[in-house]
Structure formats: C-alpha cells, structure tokens
C-alpha cells in the first residue's frame, strides 16, 4: 500500500504531560493533514500544511511539516483528558482533478487522570 | 454543518451474504470515499468516486465494489462477505477537507 508510517502506535501519558506523535513518508509529501478520532467517533479533521518548515498551532496543539516535506509532527503540550483518542495524519494527492487521501496508521492517545 | 449519513452503524452477516453499506452527503461534494479502519493499520482507502457513475480502486479493492449513481449516494458493496471483512466501515466525503461519516461496524460470522 501507499501508506504514510505513523510513529508510536500507541501512547499513554499522565495528565500534563507533553505528548508528541510523527508521521514519516519515504516520499516527499505535498502536503500535510492531521485528523482526530475521539473513542467511539469518527476522524475530524484539525488542519493542513503546505509549505516547507511550516509551523502552526492551535491552542495546546502546534504542527510541523519538515524541511524535506517527508515527515510531519504534532505536539500537545500539558495534556488533558479531552486529549484522549487517535491522531491520523495524511496526504491529500491531486491528479487530474481526482481527490485521494493517504492515511497514516495513526496513533492512540491514552491520557491518565 | 456537513453530514455524511451511514445507512447501518451495526451489522452482523453471515460468511457468503452479500452486504451493502450505504452513505449519503448532503453537500454536493463530487468526491466520495470508503475506508476501513483495523487496529494498527490506520484507515485503508477501499474505493473513491470523483463523480457519478465514476470511481477508482484504492489501496484494498479486493473483495469489494462500489455504486455511485446519484451524485450523494456511494454504496460499498461486499459480493461475499467473508470473516476476514469484520472491520469498521468510514465514508467520507469532501474536497480539500473531507468528512467523515459515524462509521458502520461489521461482524462477519
């Protein structure tokens, strides 16, 4: 398959620990999307990047895309129950007006009280 | 706010029925997408549609079809459902984002 790695598969922390999860491609990727699975639900999707280096944050949360765009990062600084569930990333490929949506294998997050 | 309907969030099939799981957006969305979910492997793109009557094979097609014939409707059709197929079902659609609907767990027994 095409699939993008994801690294842990799972993880769990206490409350108020840093968390951080990675998404490796052996491509280089053309963009960048992070999704998030609470238990029992299905993936939102929480942002995209583009760009080269590309830094963004949302609250607790701040994504990275890497210099060679084959590797992406989200950290979650001081976490909390409503952290809990499973962060995917993908790629979203374009060809020829066709949408396509890579998936990372994702990873669990388990955040104890 | 998008919705994208699964028709069945729980079934149970026998080994050799044919199963349809059915999904419906209500945001003229041209692209359409079924995956599954098993633990470990992430979300596996089955089949896309970018419009009606059009699709394409993802990653896993094997043992599976699709039926897009109204632009909010993509049907995922299992010809022979067999146990190895036990899995939750997502559909999705969307264009730069997509959207996920509330997922269909399947049991084959």
């Known amino acids: 398959g095409q699939q993008v790695m994801q690294i842990p598969q799972y993880q769990h922390v206490q409350e108020g620990e840093d968390f951080t999860t990675y998404c490796n491609s052996s491509?280089?990727?053309?963009?960048i999307q992070w999704y998030k699975q609470r238990p029992g639900g299905h993936p939102v999707f929480l942002i995209q990047l583009v760009k080269s280096g590309e830094v963004k944050k949302q609250k607790r949360l701040t994504f990275q895309f890497g210099e060679a765009k084959k590797n992406s990062s989200l950290h979650i600084t001081a976490t909390q129950t409503t952290d809990v569930g499973t962060y995917f990333c993908a790629e979203l490929r374009t060809t020829s007006g066709t949408y396509k949506y890579i998936f990372g294998t994702g990873t669990r997050l388990k955040v104890l009280a | 706010d998008v919705k994208v309907t699964q028709s069945s969030r729980y079934l149970v099939k026998r080994t050799g029925e044919k199963v349809f799981l059915e999904c419906v957006q209500d945001m003229d969305h041209e692209n359409m997408f079924w995956y599954r979910q098993d633990p470990g492997l992430g979300l596996r793109l089955i089949y896309f549609?970018?419009?009606?009557?059009?699709?394409e094979k993802g990653d896993i097609p094997e043992g599976y079809s699709v039926s897009r014939e109204k632009k909010e409707r993509f049907s995922l059709i299992l010809e022979s459902a067999s146990t190895n197929q036990t899995s939750m079902y997502l559909c999705a659609s969307g264009g730069n984002t997509i959207y996920f609907g509330e997922g269909s767990w399947l049991t084959v027994v």
């Open positions: 549609s970018y419009d009606v009557k059009m699709k």
């Open positions: 491509t280089t990727l053309s963009n």
